[in-house]
């Protein structure tokens, strides 16, 4: 283990805070810390076991002498094996961040405000004070981080003149069994992948479960590969995002998505970076406004909407609803609409535990981490944060 430069501490990071905006300098020693415990006390997706890991572990190697790389059975007895000062950005589950105040209390480790998002907690708290007790809708939050941030604004008022632009209804689903959307980019594993895949067999061959089927790693992993992934989108796939979203075709997988929720929440892009090359296809008229403001809409409007919902309401949304989950998959990928409009809705109706359903999202679901669902989850954010403010 290579030691920090003296007087300096090192960065704990945590999986999904794996891309080169969650450090501060090129010089800067991170600590990443592979927990067995995790994978043993609940059964993930085969699939998001892998990438997790292997996106850890390219980091790591990508960091070299700078990366101290600990496995261990439990996050505590991995970190008892470094000594120095820790400092550490704030998780995006509140059982990391209570795991961070508990060791906090037991050795020095700074703690610096969350990143990964467009819109900080403060910000988000401050606009709901705003609001005087009103109801706290996306849409709203959505425009305010439009206008502090400048994107797609003219002259203080949204481009084009209206905030929803792609508003319209969508188009009916294709008669064909394909839409016309490109495959979207997908990486090819490596010596890295081999070696998670290996562990993983060994795992299973000593009792730990896995939900669904293994396979080759579709998702970004690396900073490379998630830039690949994001070029690919903006060149091939997002002029016709938002056409026929919503639809579904019997052989047709991917549709116009983007693919990039996952590297989002590995924090191997910026989601600020993701908005400027889709405003900059609109710039070079590669893009038309409508499929461009509607992606965006999803980046900072809906995505930082739901995470700082996580935040404010406590994560305690239930209603009551206290039935179990019944559901199961074999495969990874599920993007919102199956989730949020098919089984959501289902839970809804035959009064699913909301706590419940969104920890089997997030273990099962590769483009699903634990503040995202929970806003969606059956009960609805806005109606959970209308009843608290009542």
């Given at each position: 283990?290579?030691?920090a430069p003296s007087?300096?501490?090192?960065?704990?990071?945590?999986?999904?805070?794996?891309?080169?905006?969650?450090?501060?300098?090129?010089?800067?020693?991170?600590?990443?810390?592979?927990?067995?415990?995790?994978?043993?006390?609940?059964?993930?997706?085969?699939?998001?076991?892998?990438?997790?890991?292997?996106?850890?572990?390219?980091?790591?190697?990508?960091?070299?002498?700078?990366?101290?790389?600990?496995?261990?059975?439990?996050?505590?007895?991995?970190?008892?094996?470094?000594?120095?000062?820790?400092?550490?950005?704030?998780?995006?589950?509140?059982?990391?961040?209570?795991l961070v105040a508990?060791?906090?209390?037991?050795?020095?480790?700074?703690?610096?405000?969350?990143?990964?998002?467009?819109?900080?907690?403060?910000?988000?708290?401050?606009?709901?004070?705003?609001?005087?007790?009103?109801?706290?809708?996306?849409?709203?939050?959505?425009?305010?981080?439009?206008?502090?941030?400048?994107?797609?604004?003219?002259?203080?008022?949204?481009?084009?003149?209206?905030?929803?632009?792609?508003?319209?209804?969508?188009?009916?689903?294709?008669?064909?069994?394909?839409?016309?959307?490109?495959?979207?980019?997908?990486?090819?594993?490596?010596?890295?992948?081999?070696?998670?895949?290996?562990?993983?067999?060994?795992?299973?061959?000593?009792?730990?479960?896995?939900?669904?089927?293994?396979?080759?790693?579709?998702?970004?992993?690396?900073?490379?590969?998630?830039?690949?992934?994001?070029?690919?989108?903006?060149?091939?796939?997002?002029?016709?995002?938002?056409?026929?979203?919503?639809?579904?075709?019997?052989?047709?997988?991917?549709?116009?998505?983007?693919?990039?929720?996952?590297?989002?929440?590995?924090?191997?892009?910026?989601?600020?970076?993701?908005?400027?090359?889709?405003?900059?296809?609109?710039?070079?008229?590669?893009?038309?406004?409508?499929?461009?403001?509607?992606?965006?809409?999803?980046?900072?409007?809906?995505?930082?909407?739901?995470?700082?919902?996580?935040?404010?309401?406590?994560?305690?949304?239930?209603?009551?609803?206290?039935?179990?989950?019944?559901?199961?998959?074999?495969?990874?990928?599920?993007?919102?609409?199956?989730?949020?409009t098919v089984l959501?809705?289902?839970?809804?109706?035959?009064?699913?535990?909301?706590?419940?359903?969104?920890?089997?999202?997030?273990?099962?679901?590769?483009?699903?981490?634990?503040?995202?669902?929970?806003?969606?989850?059956?009960?609805?954010?806005?109606?959970?944060?209308?009843?608290?403010?009542?």
């Open positions: 283990m290579t030691p007087g300096h501490s090192r960065r704990w990071l945590f999986g999904d805070q794996l891309g080169p905006h969650f450090l501060d300098d090129d010089d800067q020693h991170v600590l990443l810390v592979e927990s067995t415990g995790v994978l043993r006390r609940q059964t993930f997706h085969r699939q998001k076991a892998h990438l997790v890991l292997s996106a850890m572990r390219h980091r790591a190697a990508e960091l070299g002498d700078r990366a101290t790389y600990v496995r261990s059975e439990t996050f505590r007895g991995g970190l008892a094996e470094v000594g120095g000062v820790l400092d550490v950005i704030q998780p995006t589950t509140f059982a990391a961040a209570r508990d060791l906090a209390a037991e050795r020095l480790i700074l703690r610096h405000p969350a990143r990964g998002f467009a819109s900080s907690r403060a910000e988000f708290v401050g606009w709901a004070s705003r609001r005087g007790g009103r109801r706290l809708p996306m849409e709203d939050f959505y425009r305010e981080t439009r206008r502090r941030l400048g994107v797609l604004m003219a002259a203080g008022s949204p481009v084009g003149g209206r905030w929803k632009v792609d508003a319209d209804p969508c188009e009916p689903p294709p008669k064909a069994p394909r839409l016309d959307a490109s495959e979207p980019w997908w990486p090819t594993e490596d010596a890295i992948d081999a070696g998670v895949r290996a562990d993983l067999d060994a795992l299973a061959a000593d009792g730990v479960l896995f939900a669904g089927e293994d396979g080759p790693r579709r998702f970004a992993a690396t900073r490379a590969e998630a830039l690949a992934v994001l070029a690919d989108f903006v060149e091939h796939r997002l002029p016709g995002f938002g056409r026929c979203a919503d639809a579904g075709a019997g052989e047709e997988r991917w549709m116009a998505k983007s693919v990039l929720t996952a590297p989002l929440n590995l924090g191997l892009l910026d989601p600020l970076e993701v908005v400027a090359a889709a405003e900059a296809a609109y710039a070079a008229r590669s893009a038309s406004l409508a499929a461009v403001e509607g992606f965006i809409r999803q980046v900072i409007g809906w995505r930082d909407y739901r995470w700082h919902v996580y935040w404010f309401s406590g994560a305690d949304c239930t209603l009551g609803h206290r039935r179990p989950v019944r559901v199961t998959r074999a495969d990874g990928p599920n993007h919102h609409r199956p989730r949020l959501g809705s289902y839970a809804l109706q035959d009064g699913w535990d909301p706590t419940e359903l969104t920890s089997w999202f997030d273990r099962r679901n590769l483009d699903a981490y634990d503040g995202l669902p929970m806003p969606n989850s059956p009960d609805g954010s806005e109606a959970y944060l209308r009843l608290r403010s009542s």
